[in-house]
């Protein structure tokens, strides 16, 4: 069973950074594509920055020169490195794993997600 462990959350003010870790228990080469995801209080769970088994990366328009996705293969982890955070930006934020097909960013298309880690940006 592949285990995913997010870290990092936490409050912060706008303006502000923070970084996401996501422990993988498997060598992240046997993913295709991880990512983050994030679902605030009422909405829909969204992509927010996917990475490739190469280093590309997609990004939702929202986070586009603010937020950071990578990879590191010798640790079996992934980063989101966050700068420039909006209030906008508050939600639990989950790792994924291993791509199914369709959309990169849609979250029906990932099987194997950590347990979340909350981030809030007050104003």
């Known amino acids: 069973q592949v285990q995913l462990v997010e870290s990092g959350g936490g409050s912060v003010q706008a303006g502000g950074s923070l970084r996401l870790s996501c422990a993988v228990s498997i060598s992240t080469y046997s993913t295709n594509y991880m990512g983050w995801f994030r679902q605030a209080p009422g909405k829909e769970r969204e992509g927010v920055a996917i990475?490739?088994?190469?280093?590309?990366?997609i990004y939702v328009d929202s986070v586009k020169g603010r937020f950071t996705i990578s990879r590191d293969y010798a640790k079996n982890a992934l980063y989101l490195q966050m700068s420039s955070l909006k209030p906008e930006d508050t939600a639990m934020y989950y790792c994924?794993?291993?791509?199914?097909?369709?959309?990169?960013?849609?979250?029906?298309?990932?099987?194997?997600w950590g347990q979340g880690t909350q981030v809030t940006v007050s104003s």
């Open positions: 990475i490739d088994v190469n280093g590309k990366t």
């Open positions: 994924a794993a291993q791509w199914l097909g369709g959309s990169r960013l849609d979250h029906r298309q990932y099987y194997y």
